[in-house]
C-alpha cells in the first residue's frame, strides 16, 4: 500500500505536490469514490484510480537532461502559444514535465521526468544540490563584488546562502565580463537578482551544471537519457546534504 499522492506523482501527473493539489480539488477517485483527503493509501496494482475520469497508471520511469534554448517557456504547455521544454523531446512516449525552472531568457541544464518523488527529492530546498551558471554582465566587476556574493546578498525574499563566484573571462572592449557562480538554491531567477543587487545586469546567462550533472557533448535544443550511474549520483548527493 502507498499514499495517493504518491502513485499519482509516479503515474506521471506531476511532482508530489502538484498531486496533493489535485487530491484536494477533488479530481481523483478510487475504486468509485472521490477522495479529497491526503494520507489515503491504495494498492496501484488492485485499486481503480482515476484522474478526472481517466484511469491512471503506473509509468516506467524516464530521466532526461535537456540544453534548453533561450527563449524556450519551462512548462509542458503555454496559454500563449510560445515554445515550450516539451517541444523539444521527440521519440518519447512517456509524459515528462520539468524539474524546477529556467527562466524564459535563461539557457541551459534542464532535467524533466515522469518521477514525482524524484522531482520532489531534486527541487526541495533542504537539500542544497549545487547548481552552476555562466553568467555574462554589463561591465567589469571588481573582487569586492564576488566576495558579497559569496557572503550572500540580501533579497526581498531575505538573505540568499553563499555562493561560489570567479571571474572566467573579462572583455574590456565590450565592457562585458564573464562570471562563474554556483548556488544551492533554487529561489525564481535567484542568480539574476542577486547580479542585479549588486549592480552587475545580466546579458546572458546559462546553467552549465546541476549536481554531478553538466552539459558536456550536448548541443542546444538536445535533450539525452540519463544513465542509472547517473541517477543514483543525484540521489546522493541530494541526501548528503538532508
Known sequence: ??????VLAQAGLGSRRKCEEIIRAGRV??????????????????????????EIHSQNKIY?????????????????????VTDYIKGVSQRVYPVGRLDYDTEGL??????????????????????TYHATVRG????SILDKLKEGIDLEDGRTAPAEAEYLDIHPEKNETILSITIYEGRNR????????????????KRVKFGPLSLAGLSRGKFRHL????????????QQVT
Open 1 to 6: 500500500m502507498e499514499r495517493l499522492q504518491k
Open 110 to 131: 534542464l532535467l524533466l521526468t515522469n518521477d514525482g518523488e524524484f522531482a520532489n527529492l531534486m527541487t526541495h530546498p533542504r537539500h542544497h544540490i549545487p547548481k
Open 29 to 54: 477517485e478510487v475504486n468509485g469514490r472521490k477522495v479529497t483527503e491526503l494520507g489515503v493509501k491504495v494498492d496501484p496494482h488492485a485499486d481503480a484510480i482515476t484522474v478526472d475520469g481517466r
Open 140 to 143: 567589469i566587476p571588481h573582487g
Open 64 to 84: 532526461l537532461l535537456l540544453h534548453k534554448p533561450k527563449g524556450v517557456i519551462t512548462s509542458v504547455k503555454d496559454p500563449q502559444g510560445r515554445k515550450v
Open 190 to 205: 535567484q542568480v539574476r537578482r542577486m547580479l542585479e543587487a549588486v549592480s552587475c545586469p545580466v546579458i546572458r546567462l
Open 227 to 238: 544513465t542509472a550511474e547517473e541517477v543514483r549520483e543525484l540521489r546522493e548527493s541530494a
